[in-house]
């Protein structure tokens, strides 16, 4: 970790695969500190050093095995497909460190076992942002967030650069100010408003719409996402 | 119904309530033919002749008893808390006629049952919209819409007249001519778009997205709606 007392790292946790990626790629330019955590160090370091060379010389990538990430960050972002994580909340428990807050960015999609990504799963706590929180130390705090960005355009398209993106983060948690901290995280990418989704409970919802826009995707060839509408100003942040 | 052939009116059964009544309006002002079905047909003429002031002398909107009006339409728009759905189906089901197309707005809030209004239920079908297609006789086509509109918009703000909405309408539905109608009648409602939610199955993710947009409402005192971002214009009629 930097020496810097202002420096608070993100541990992109997973972060190899598009979702991880994009986030990584937007925040590195927004100036946050990255981490990419992956299985794999090695493969940590070439997805760091390739969001670096898009990000540009200033910006502040590296990549670590992902316990490594978890010790060095206390904002964890959580980007795996669904079906792996409990194993690797399970497996990275002892190395997260008190008072971290995990980001989850997981949708039970049926696609992990077999099925369709446009449907889900059930899941026994009602979302997968809910499996995390019981297998997270009880210290930490778990918030639910950007399942519905599409990486494509985090990563940004061939055809259209960098555009910014044309989609709400919907945040759900059950402490006050991790989302709070999520929300002005989100707000740093280019054209994403964050707005306050309630209690964690809730996610199983914001879960499922992600379902939906796949279906909307595979039918129509497109990158979608939503907005919501008919809030007042302070409602967006 | 009226003797001209082309004269295909809407029985919104259910109607007095306030999505019925704002959505009866919306499309009386468009040029469709409205019939109020109500329990109490009393109550029917007098949510129609209410209508029928605010959409002016031009529109075609009377009231009967839902049997009634259900024999007198083969579009019908139901739009009932989820708590009487099942019931009324049941009771309507002979009064239904062959053929007719049964578009479905329920929610499955836990409201109805003495839950949050932020919540829903788990219902065995999977949406109240299955449970609907399974209620109704088998030569009718099943489609769920509406759920996401604000009823306090459609029926116009004091404060702010009738300003178009600012809202998309996600169609799910097995019956691809009964869905096309549904979009049709959608994209008569000034500022919706409506959008191909594929198969009736979708409609438990559009059902519980109605869940979070009331949370919204509840924290912020809005009119949330949603807009499907980043899809092809021809995704949306």
Request: aromatic share 2%; charged share 20%; with cysteine.
């Amino acid at each position: 970790m930097s020496a810097g007392a202002a420096v608070r790292p993100i541990a992109v946790i997973g972060g190899t695969g598009p979702l991880g990626m994009g986030l990584a790629l937007r925040w590195a330019r927004a100036g946050e500190t990255i981490i990419i955590g992956s299985r794999d160090p090695q493969r940590a370091q070439k997805a760091a050093a390739a969001i670096q060379q898009k990000a540009g010389p200033q910006a502040q990538v590296s990549g670590m095995e992902n316990a490594a990430a978890c010790a060095a960050a206390d904002i964890l972002m959580l980007t795996v497909p669904f079906e792996g994580q409990a194993a690797l909340l399970k497996q990275l428990k002892p190395a997260i460190t008190e008072g971290s807050i995990l980001i989850d960015a997981t949708v039970p999609l049926a696609a992990g076992v077999g099925g369709r990504a446009s449907r889900t799963l059930g899941v026994w706590q009602g979302s997968a942002a809910q499996q995390a929180a019981e297998l997270v130390p009880k210290d930490v705090s778990v918030v639910a967030a950007f399942h519905n960005l599409s990486a494509d355009l985090l990563n940004g398209l061939e055809d259209q650069g960098d555009a910014p993106l044309d989609c709400d983060v919907i945040v759900c948690s059950d402490d006050p100010d991790a989302a709070q901290l999520t929300r002005e995280l989100a707000a740093k990418i280019p054209g994403v408003r964050a707005l306050d989704g309630g209690k964690l409970e809730n996610a199983r919802i914001v879960e499922q719409i992600t379902a939906l826009l796949i279906g909307m995707n595979i039918r129509h060839k497109g990158h979608a996402g939503i907005r919501v509408t008919g809030l007042p100003p302070g409602a967006y942040r």
